[in-house]
């Protein structure tokens, strides 16, 4: 499955840009406000206006647990993976109430479950603030003066704009560091779950037909957007398509691609391959190893580290796929050959040489220097160390109380105003905290800071206080009171008094992490982040100057689309179809005589008489997607939903880095399977006449 | 289960010294010729004289697979571990015919299965010969000059014992360089598989309950020696316990520990927790994850890597219990006194000062050395990073025509002339070769060398060769003749000419990783090993000085003995009882719903009623092993076999480093159970009947 946002997401890793200049086939994830029209137009004879682009970015919805999702009813439904919204799924279940295992439907919508820490963000304005952000720098600034000049601006920009909007505002980074963009989203906070179906249809072959195609997947999960207690009535959402799609037909994938690095630097691509991406998979591979141990030591353990599994599981696979383009000598190559080509151009005209020569250097300088303390700082400031919930409570508490009497601009990066009520949505959650899984986590977060720290190292010895990892995490896990919400709401609410006098262990530990927490983030902001956004608004500029501006940014996890026909693809002396359907599932299941992860759950495998077997069930199309992108509602020209994407295959991870349509593709569900099996195998026609009865109201806008 | 002795080996890594001044309890590995004979009697009453010390050393089997056995019938039946086994048995499996899944009983002795690359010894007479290797060392030589003098006389010695005695000769290196013995050894080759189990009851519970207790294991298998084409009328065999043992009872555990490390100085220890075991298992998470992923997609790669996952997991979990002690201050901070004392105590007498005192800091600065170049070593010269069976071939057809024409005495590591029966057994093995295993062994070790060396270093852009690391690892495999035996005997006997006229694309390939692989070797024995050993045995010599010479060397893969109670042991309020049963077994099974890896195969699940559920099946005591000793005769103190060893539970891996019987404890197969079991449920009733026929006949010794 596609990653979620935060999943592949490593601390200050994957930022970039990508400026094209011979954009090949249907490559790009392109902004709303700069779509592809001469492209759309010469080769698929489609002029999207500007109505079609607002109405589908307004039905569009973004998810705070790391993915994509669309709107698709009049009465606020919406769509998006059952991976994405697994963690909410999780948090709902109880051992004797597993919603993972055995699905759910909310009949009537008295019924729908109430989700805990969950926001839903639609976009809804888009404004150039590059000047602004800009202006705040003055000449012979050095970069990390400008960095954080530019940090500052762009705190005060999204305070006022909140204030003044009543909506929540981002202002996005493009192309790293050469545009930027203040995003007005209207947000949701009362969420509540309709319809998921069981995890192992959802994930059919789990993490071995992983990112493989064909697929036969049901990856797709509902929830009811609420507001005043009553079911959204949205201005805009999606038409579903009453026919379906077909091979060659031109789909649109709309939604929120996480993070791409397509024109990195080679000598940044190179940190990456020899140092970011390996370090970043040993950490993976151990906690999978981990994590499979916990969950193998009864059915109540696999059941609370599901999704830790499957996240971790799922990173892993796609951290591998991207690391195998960037060891492949030929993809290298051709990279190399563009850089080469484009230092060319600079360096044959004075004038460009002067400006922006020297760019690519400083940014090598840069990365060379943060491979040095990558590591600390992903350990210290990253969350997939100690991945404990109880101890992000902490962190948040103890950095809380320091920030939050700072005048606004100067606080740390996640604690300006504009970030509050995430900040307390997430740490007054009511989602079950595990103390086996916890005491897991914070074991093996404290070892790892052994392993690779070592076991003298002055903060790993104040962090174990003398005992060895596992006593020292059961200590925390249970001494602390921040399981408790009230525990956590006092302290959050007494600020550096309550902190002081308290004896709560995790809070105390938390803060011995603080100040080299702080330290390597203002690192990594002075001494990368900002000689990139300075360096890599040059090369873009460089780039415009020589190839035209004809480009889209890399991917921010902000709304973007992507396009290309449905099509399967020739592999050796195999033809792939773009379509699999309902008949190739059971096959598949027959084929590994259904054992784990080939299993069905009980409905499919003792109702399959009532299954249409030539239900298209899944296909594959040639959009240009990433991680973030999951969810994402697939849609045609007249922007009806014909799909959901969940996954790319295995060839498409090089995606990260360069686009390649040959054998690489992006996998979706079939809306026509969807609706069949809500009727046909869950008793959910309503929830079927729902999204098609929407479907016949006449659109605002369109 | 215990680690057999090649999987836990990390070259050069696990070597090491213990000199007890304080032994406690029934800590020791002992040799034979240094048997703890007043802790024995003052503790148990009991006085082995040299009879049954000679008969107990010549019953035991060292295999070459890594383990240990014993002789236990007059026609030479050894017994040993299933998981010593699992490689032969393994081989010797098809698709159409698994022994490993559905275990194997040769009726008759000519249905028993010879085995490919399997050699077994048994240690006959032992010679001190310090002087003699001590003697090629002359005043002034450097550490390093010093090392490779004793290297050159070890080989010379190895060679005039072999030549003479027609016996197998090694000179084994005690208390790391204090003491040197000549181990002659009978060795045999024609080694036939007599009986198994099924992999499922031999490995119930499998990684999750590895290491764990209570066990319900019977992981045990047979072989028979054959010798000019009969059965071996052995000597010396252990007679089978009629009556069994029962808590209380001691035990002596007789068999080949591999490598412990208990009093490395701290500043080495330091080096093994910070550097050498969390280097290992990175290697190993990530193999076991991936390994893992192989053997998901589809039975026949699951049938084929399994042994390979196996052993991973094992190590794996082996490593991660010795790196929990060496992570908890506890454990160290008991280490680092013990070293204080001895250091002072050298320190207060100004003659061993001066010869001695140093010695600590030569070790902590060798170590500090050895892990900046301690991972490209263990990655070229190592077993672990490539695992290929058809590169290690290659390896031995190039290093074989280097090698051989020079003086023996200046042969590499493994090529003199003692060694050559082993490379060639090795070598021309008929055993399966598995394209794609090999194939995921080589993708894997080739995109290991890129993400460890980075992908521009000299050596991985030859290996590449322009290729991704899969698609070379391809067309290595695809490309090359090593699978076929001839082929290699061509190779290997035309030496030098033959390589340098070959185009197979694994010789040229093993021959690009040649040089540096040297080169590294010789800087680890000139710069580490020859360090080590001239003062590690400084170190002997001030603790024998201080202490005195009663004491035992740590474990070297060769014959010892370790004593101790059978002897349940209490954690937390638990008290876990020192015996289980076949009921304990079914309960198990049934508590995890039969589910992986808690299946019973189908003899134990549907002949449930011919099983005598009171039978004793494992049991514990506090006997001193490591890994190496898997498949150790349990006997009692008339020489009895009354079980065999195959683990240690979690808390006695820190034996690795230092002993404890308070909850640790070795795991052993009940004698009872394995005869039980070969009557009731595998017909194997004439097995059973030899060896308890074997048992009455009159000891020839005893």
Redesign the interface.
């Known amino acids: 499955m596609l990653p979620r946002m935060q999943m592949i997401l490593i601390v200050g890793l994957l930022v970039g840009m990508w400026m094209s200049h011979a954009v090949r086939a249907d490559e790009g994830m392109w902004l709303f406000t700069r779509p592809p029209t001469k492209i759309l137009k010469d080769k698929y004879n489609f002029e999207p206006d500007a109505q079609w682009l607002e109405h589908v970015q307004k039905s569009c919805v973004r998810f705070s647990s790391g993915g994509s999702g669309s709107l698709i009813s009049s009465d606020g439904l919406v769509m998006t993976n059952h991976h994405v919204g697994s963690d909410q799924i999780g948090d709902l279940s109880t051992p004797e109430r597993d919603l993972l295992k055995d699905g759910y439907y909310a009949k009537t919508q008295a019924d729908e479950l109430k989700c805990d820490n969950l926001e839903l963000d639609i976009l809804w304005t888009i404004r150039d603030v590059t000047k602004d952000v800009e202006g705040a720098v003055t000449a012979n600034m050095s970069a990390a003066d400008a960095g954080a000049a530019k940090r500052k601006k762009i705190a005060a920009i999204e305070k006022e704009a909140k204030e003044n909007a009543g909506l929540q505002a981002q202002v996005v980074t493009l192309y790293h560091g050469a545009r930027y963009h203040l995003y007005l989203y209207k947000r949701y906070t009362d969420i509540r779950l309709v319809f998921a179906p069981e995890s192992q249809i959802a994930f059919f072959g789990g993490?071995?037909d992983n990112f493989e195609y064909p697929r036969f997947n049901l990856d797709v999960c509902f929830f009811r957007i609420y507001e005043n207690d009553k079911p959204l009535k949205p201005e805009h959402y999606l038409r579903w398509s009453e026919v379906g799609a077909s091979e060659g037909d031109l789909t649109f994938i709309c939604g929120h691609p996480g993070r791409t690095q397509r024109l990195f630097t080679m000598d940044h691509l190179?940190v990456l391959?020899?140092v970011m991406?390996?370090m970043r998979?040993?950490q993976l591979?151990?906690r999978?190893?981990q994590l499979?141990?916990f969950s193998?030591?009864g059915a109540e353990n696999e059941r609370i580290s599901q999704n830790d599994v499957h996240g971790v599981q799922n990173s892993?696979k796609a951290i591998t796929g991207v690391?195998?383009g960037?060891?492949?000598?030929?993809v290298?190559a051709a990279k190399e050959k563009a850089e080469r080509d484009l230092r060319a151009a600079v360096d044959a005209n004075p004038a460009y040489k002067s400006k922006w020569g020297g760019a690519w250097d400083k940014i090598a300088e840069a990365e060379k220097k943060y491979a040095t303390f990558a590591l600390r700082y992903s350990a210290l400031e990253g969350r997939p160390i100690f991945g404990s919930d109880l101890y992000g409570f902490a962190r948040t508490i103890v950095r809380l109380a320091a920030e939050k009497p700072k005048p606004d601009a100067d606080r740390l990066t996640g604690y300006h105003d504009a970030d509050l009520d995430s900040v307390y949505l997430r740490l007054y959650s009511t989602a079950p905290v595990y103390d086996a899984l916890e005491v897991d986590r914070l074991a093996s977060g404290l070892?790892f800071l052994?392993?690779?720290f070592?076991?003298?190292d002055p903060l790993v010895?104040k962090l174990?206080d003398?005992?060895?990892?596992?006593?020292r995490a059961q200590a925390l896990v249970s001494g602390t009171t921040l399981k408790n919400v009230d525990a956590r709401r006092k302290l959050a609410d007494g600020g550096a008094k309550a902190l002081a006098e308290s004896t709560d262990p995790m809070i105390k530990f938390a803060a011995l992490v603080d100040p080299e927490g702080r330290a390597l983030r203002k690192r990594y902001e002075d001494e990368v982040e900002s000689v990139e956004r300075e360096n890599y608004a040059k090369i873009a500029a460089a780039s415009f100057a020589i190839h035209g501006e004809d480009a889209y940014p890399d991917a921010t996890f902000t709304l973007r689309f992507a396009f290309g026909p449905i099509k399967g693809f020739k592999t050796g002396d195999t033809t792939v179809p773009a379509f699999t359907d309902f008949a190739g599932l059971y096959q598949r299941h027959a084929e590994r005589k259904g054992e784990f992860?080939f299993n069905l759950p009980p409905r499919w495998e003792n109702e399959k008489s009532k299954v249409n077997l030539k239900t298209p069930y899944n296909f594959i199309c040639t959009a240009d997607i990433i991680g973030g992108n999951s969810g994402s509602p697939v849609i045609n020209k007249a922007g009806e939903v014909i799909g959901i994407v969940f996954d790319g295959n295995l060839d498409g991870l090089v995606w990260d880095i360069a686009y390649t349509d040959v054998t690489a593709r992006a996998v979706c569900v079939d809306a026509r399977a969807i609706i069949q099996s809500m009727r046909d195998l869950y008793g959910a026609g309503a929830l079927a006449d729902e999204i098609l009865s929407s479907a016949k109201k006449k659109a605002t806008t369109m």
């Open positions: 993490d071995n190179r391959r020899d991406y390996p998979l040993q591979w151990r999978e190893v499979l141990g193998a030591r892993r690391l195998a960037l060891q492949d000598p030929a290298m070892s052994v392993e690779r070592g076991g003298d010895v174990l003398g005992q060895s990892p596992r006593a992860p």
